[in-house]
């Protein structure tokens, strides 16, 4: 009987069925409501069978039309509707996406920045490695505080938004390579529950596990990590004065359509 149900299990977490996550990092809202931008946009696709996890970092300066709203920044999208009703935001912006990219969003994770602080914390810090100085931190080898980690995601000083995008895939990666040391796994219960604090998601359960078990195979160094790129947009300003990113939609579909709808 216990065969069996790992057999089971195992069937199901190798489903070849492709999911598609949208991650919304949020920026701090007003005490007691959840009317904050998505500060971070990161479209993610996982195959457990192959297995394979690619993501894509989205500007949030991208000009864009968002449904019920016209075009805006695509990151108004969670903010217009949270101010509307209470809960909408993370749908919104799941329809932002799907309305401009062309692609089916089945789920999403949204997370509080404020919440990375007690999730590095709790642990223990975040080793990363940087081959060239990166934001305010130097080339070479450094652990990170929660409030450092934070820095670090959100930093713009002297770059702009397409070197932060970079910044937060390698956040990403050495949160990766950090949970999978095993030094590290006695604290990663106390970890999960800070990030669960801060965070949202129509994940279930079971399609967490397939997200866990696929991103355990490819490992760090196998996700596939892109972001629309300053040559697939261009800058103007707005009549009111906003500067804002107009996408070259050919470049991007064509980036889309490798990471999303190729078979």
Not at 60 to 70: A, F, K, N, T
Not at 228 to 243: H, L, Y
Not at 249 to 259: F, M, N
Request: charged share 20%; aromatic share 10%.
């Amino acid at each position: 009987m216990l065969l069996a149900f790992f057999g089971a299990l195992l069937i199901l977490l190798l489903f070849p069925g492709r999911n598609n996550v949208l991650i919304i990092g949020l920026d701090r809202a007003p005490e007691g409501t959840t009317i904050a931008r998505s500060d971070t946009l990161i479209l993610m696709t996982y195959r457990p069978h192959r297995p394979y996890a690619a993501t894509l970092s989205i500007p949030r300066d991208l000009w864009v039309e968002i449904p019920g709203v016209g075009y805006n920044r695509i990151n108004t999208a969670h903010f217009f509707a949270e101010g509307e009703r209470s809960g909408s935001g993370p749908g919104a912006a799941m329809a932002a996406v799907e309305h401009n990219f062309g692609v089916e969003v089945h789920d999403y994770v949204s997370v509080q920045f404020t919440g990375l602080v007690r999730f590095i914390d709790a642990l223990g810090g975040l080793p990363i490695t940087l081959e060239n100085p990166v934001g305010k931190l130097p080339a070479g080898d450094h652990t990170l505080s929660g409030e450092q980690a934070l820095a670090f995601v959100r930093d713009r000083s002297g770059t702009d938004d397409f070197f932060r995008m970079q910044q937060g895939s390698m956040f990403v990666q050495a949160v990766l390579r950090r949970m999978l040391k095993p030094a590290a796994w006695p604290r990663i219960p106390a970890a999960v529950f800070e990030l669960r604090r801060s965070m949202q998601s129509s994940l279930n359960i079971l399609e967490w596990l397939r997200l866990t078990f696929t991103l355990v195979r490819v490992g760090p160094e196998g996700l596939d990590s892109h972001q629309i790129s300053r040559e697939m947009t261009n800058a103007f300003v707005t009549q009111e004065g906003a500067q804002v990113l107009a996408p070259d939609w050919p470049l991007i579909q064509a980036l889309v359509t490798d990471l999303f709808q190729t078979p």
